[in-house]
């Protein structure tokens, strides 16, 4: 039960931070949307910055991961890879969700703390050097 339990807990906020914004979602509708009891929640997660920066980590390493293993894949062309390695690692953030995390960090910084600046990192660690991106063929 225990990390499966917390993945779907995790997968459950995120839709709910999505849907209604970090400011008007509530520990009552992740747990709802998580099926489980209020307290249960609060066994996981102290509070809800604590669940939101789990969230967001959360996805963050989906996105990391997925992006590593779309461009791990030597058997299709780098082009390929890198669009959807990007696909992975932006795509999915455009619209309602990215305008809420924007404000968010900018008005609380303190809520994301090192995550904004740590992931965009890992990403780029994972794209290939210049040198073999200035040798794709146009």
Do not use: C
Request: glycine share 6%.
């Amino acid at each position: 039960m225990g990390s499966d339990r917390r993945t779907h807990v995790l997968d459950s906020a995120l839709e709910v931070f999505a849907r209604y914004g970090y400011r008007k979602a509530s520990m009552d509708d992740v747990a709802k949307a998580a099926d489980i009891s209020r307290p249960g929640l609060y066994f996981y997660f102290s509070s809800k910055p604590e669940l939101f920066r789990a969230t967001v980590r959360h996805s963050l390493d989906g996105s990391i991961s997925a992006a590593q293993s779309a461009l791990a894949d030597l058997r299709r062309p780098l082009r390929e890879r890198l669009v959807e390695a990007f696909d992975h690692w932006a795509g999915r953030y455009v619209g309602a969700m990215a305008a809420e995390i924007g404000v968010l960090i900018d008005s609380n910084p303190e809520l994301l703390g090192d995550l904004p600046a740590e992931y965009p990192k890992q990403f780029r660690r994972l794209l290939p050097r210049r040198s073999v991106v200035a040798r794709l063929p146009t």
